[in-house]
């Protein structure tokens, strides 16, 4: 029997399955596939690897913000608290933009309800129109399309 059928069925101490703690896998294609040229092809195998690795990652940066709420006694963790964490994680070069991103993204965001409102009555939305809205999230925070995910300052 191969190893990724039996993993993925079976449930760990918590009882949750392994598919239920991963992100994704389309969704995880789809981002990597618009980081790349129009033409190339990613393996399965990289989907996967790329799955387990994000899903992995952010698990540990919310655990992270977890604390810090647990520690002021606070139930909700926000987007300063995974700013925090990740700071406090030593990933300083994606905080700064990620706290960038969030600061538009407030004061964007009584524009947003009514856009996103207008959106669901007219869901119509083409590959043009997501990979604009992609590239304008990541221009928000200070990444281009086509550099390898670091951030500009």
Known sequence: MDENVAASGSNDDDGIREQDQLLPIANVGRIMKQMLPQNAKISKEAKETMQECVSEFI???????SDKCRKERRKT???DDV???L???G????AAPLRRYFNRYRDLGVDNK???QDKANN??????DREEQSSLKFSMIGISKNSSMRPID
């Open 59 to 65: 698990s540990f940066v919310t655990s992270e913000a």
């Open 77 to 79: 963790v926000n987007g």
């Open 83 to 85: 700013c925090s964490a």
């Open 87 to 89: 700071a406090a994680l």
């Open 91 to 94: 990933f300083d070069d994606y």
């Open 114 to 116: 009514a856009a996103n």
């Open 123 to 128: 869901d119509s939305n083409s590959n043009e």
